[in-house]
């Protein structure tokens, strides 16, 4: 089953962060002078309550030395604790713990169980991180009750550095037919003398931040930038900043955390056809090219239908779990001439959102070699000419064959006549001649 598989995967990538995190704890010298800002920040909170929560004649203290620590995975942190002192000596427990954090792009509270001592999530480096954790006790003292101790909640600002206003705007990401992503930007507000803009890039199978593959460099700079797939990680926070250097100083850092398999864009539907069946009409078209699956695309079609008094009436309609891509529909009775378009978009099975496709050209009904009303009309004018042919031949024959008697019966006279005086000097091999 994939989805095990990637779930899997991903806790071991958790334990194998906090290896790396601990190693870059060490190895300072190697973190930019930016990151080990954020690295190993040991953060003080206050209580709000001074009440104890007993369990087993023990108090379960609120828990401290959280630690939040960032890798440098462009809002990918790691949060720490240790199990509070009292707690170490306890027996037949269970000590779990509680840690509700702040989704800033989701902008609500999410809140995990576990019984490690360690948990990492995405956060937008933006903004504030909130954490809040407490102590869940199970113990067979307490005759199997939950003991929940106090909760302590940490705030965490990054430092807001870089020059006013120089943060980028506009920054959006489209994935053209699954075959190469751009993510594109506007420069800020503020644009400090040489501004050079850089962009840089994390998921969960790089082992650093990238820099950008291939810059989109406009004539006042670089304005996007150009991931080949391979570049690219599906179903995973794919995390992506934008900073940048200026006379002025740096620029302000902006970060974005996506799922590209969100962001798919397909090519353009090509080679529409419409033709006509005995319901009414039938419309056939090619899938976009690219790497979109064809089970993964939904289609929209747009019909416009000249009637008879020459308004034009619009019409369109999602077909949705549509593996063939062709579509029935009855024709209308008082139209003269219907005109398709079609385009698509990754359905919901395949991704919570995408990007519709450009419309293909439209197709008409009249563009097409077997219009049926044509096809009658000219088998009912060959029948009936035919008819008219067959009458008037008949008539004519009729008409010669009985001017074609008379004479015959003259001549019939003169042939006995003639026919009386030679038929004895006749030679019998000229006879058929005469008959
Ligand atoms: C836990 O037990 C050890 C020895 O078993 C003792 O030295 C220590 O003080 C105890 N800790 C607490 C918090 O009671
Ligand atoms: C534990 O539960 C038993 C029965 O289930 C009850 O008799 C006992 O008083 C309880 N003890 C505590 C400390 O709640
Ligand atoms: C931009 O961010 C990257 C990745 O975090 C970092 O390595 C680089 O030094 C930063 N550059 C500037 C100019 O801030």
């Given at each position: 089953?994939?989805?095990?598989g ?61 630690e939040?620590?960032?890798?440098g ?33 989701e902008e ?38 939950e ?84 570049s ?25 955390s996506?799922?590209?398999q ?9 080679s ?36 008879e ?75 009936v000419i ?9 008539l ?40």
């Amino acid at each position: 089953m994939p989805g095990y598989g990637r779930v899997r995967v991903h806790t071991q990538r958790l334990t194998t962060l906090v290896i790396t995190l601990q190693k870059n704890m060490l190895l300072l010298d190697k973190v930019p002078a930016w990151l080990s800002a954020f690295t190993l920040l040991l953060l003080t909170q206050e209580t709000a309550s001074t009440s104890e929560v007993m369990a087993c004649g023990v108090a379960v203290e609120p828990l401290e030395d959280i630690e939040i620590s960032d890798p440098g995975f462009l809002g990918y942190v790691s949060i720490h604790w240790t199990r509070p002192a009292a707690l170490q000596n306890l027996t037949d427990c269970t000590v779990r713990y509680q840690l509700k954090y702040y989704d800033t792009y989701e902008e609500r509270w999410r809140s995990v169980r576990t019984v490690k001592l360690t948990y990492a999530a995405q956060f937008d480096l933006e903004k504030p991180v909130k954490v809040k954790i407490l102590t869940v006790l199970n113990c067979a003292c307490t005759n199997g009750t939950e003991v929940q101790g106090e909760e302590t909640e940490w705030i965490y600002t990054p430092k807001d550095t870089g020059v006013a206003g120089s943060r980028i705007r506009d920054f959006h990401c489209v994935y053209y037919g699954k075959e190469y992503m751009e993510c594109t930007w506007e420069s800020g507000p503020v644009q400090p003398q040489e501004s050079q803009h850089y962009l840089y890039y994390w998921h969960r199978e790089m082992d650093e931040t990238k820099e950008c593959p291939e810059y989109i460099v406009l004539s006042e700079g670089r304005r996007g930038c150009r991931f080949p797939r391979e570049s690219l990680l599906e179903f995973s926070k794919f995390n992506l900043c934008v900073n940048g250097s200026s006379a002025a100083g740096s620029l302000k850092t902006a970060y974005f955390s996506i799922e590209v398999q969100n962001h798919v864009k397909p090519a353009v539907v090509s080679s529409v056809h419409v033709s006509e069946t005995d319901e009414g009409l039938k419309l056939n078209w090619s899938p976009p090219s690219g790497q979109v699956p064809e089970h993964c695309l939904e289609y929209e079609v747009e019909s416009s239908t000249t009637m008879e008094n020459g308004q034009e009436k619009q019409e369109r309609m999602v077909l949705q779990n549509l593996e063939d891509t062709s579509y029935g529909l009855p024709r209308e009775v008082k139209s003269q001439k219907a005109c398709f378009r079609i385009r698509s978009k990754v359905n919901t099975y395949c991704a919570d959102e995408g990007f519709w496709s450009e419309w293909s050209q439209a197709k008409c009904t009249e563009d097409t070699e077997t219009v049926p009303t044509w096809k009658y009309l000219s088998l009912v004018g060959l029948v009936v000419i035919g008819i008219a042919g067959v009458v008037i031949l008949c008539l004519s024959l009729w008409i010669l064959k009985k001017i074609c008697i008379k004479k015959i019966n003259k001549q019939d006279a003169l042939y006995t006549l003639y026919k009386e005086k030679v038929n004895q000097t006749m030679p019998t091999i000229l006879s058929p001649i005469f008959k």
